[in-house]
């Protein structure tokens, strides 16, 4: 599984901006619960968001109600839209793959056996 993130950019405090990250190939991404991460300057990565093979979405706390996570199976394409942009936001983005060998993704990203290139998100105050 190739995944391909994008959409990164620079965005000032309280915008928007969506990230997307595409399979490349012949994968078909729709069997898969796919995940969103991000790893902030000095931090260690951390579970941002993640969506399961069927559409049941999950998020960390701390963009619970500002971000969104969807997926366009169609498209082989998964989305995260980030709304109200604080500059704690600002991290490279990574999406991942999870085999759905359980009914609901995880938060742990050793669960996720494919990874991303990775996109920056850096919000300005």
């Known amino acids: 599984v190739q995944l391909q993130a994008s959409g990164g950019g620079l965005v000032q405090t309280g915008g928007s901006l969506r990230v997307s990250c595409a399979a490349s190939?012949?994968?078909?991404?729709?069997?898969?619960?796919m995940g969103w991460f991000r790893q902030a300057p000095g931090k260690e990565r951390a579970f941002v968001a993640a969506?399961?093979?069927?559409?049941?979405?999950y998020y960390a706390n701390s963009v619970k109600g500002r971000f969104t996570i969807s997926r366009d199976n169609a498209k082989n394409t998964v989305y995260l839209q980030m709304n109200s942009l604080k500059p704690e936001d600002t991290a490279v983005y990574y999406c991942?793959?999870?085999?759905?060998?359980?009914?609901?993704?995880?938060?742990?990203?050793?669960?996720?056996?494919?990874w991303g290139q990775g996109t920056l998100v850096t919000v300005s105050s």
């Open positions: 991942a793959a999870e085999v759905a060998r359980r009914e609901v993704p995880t938060t742990s990203q050793s669960s996720y056996g494919f």
């Open positions: 190939g012949r994968t078909t991404l729709s069997t898969y619960h």
């Open positions: 969506i399961s093979w069927y559409g049941s979405t």
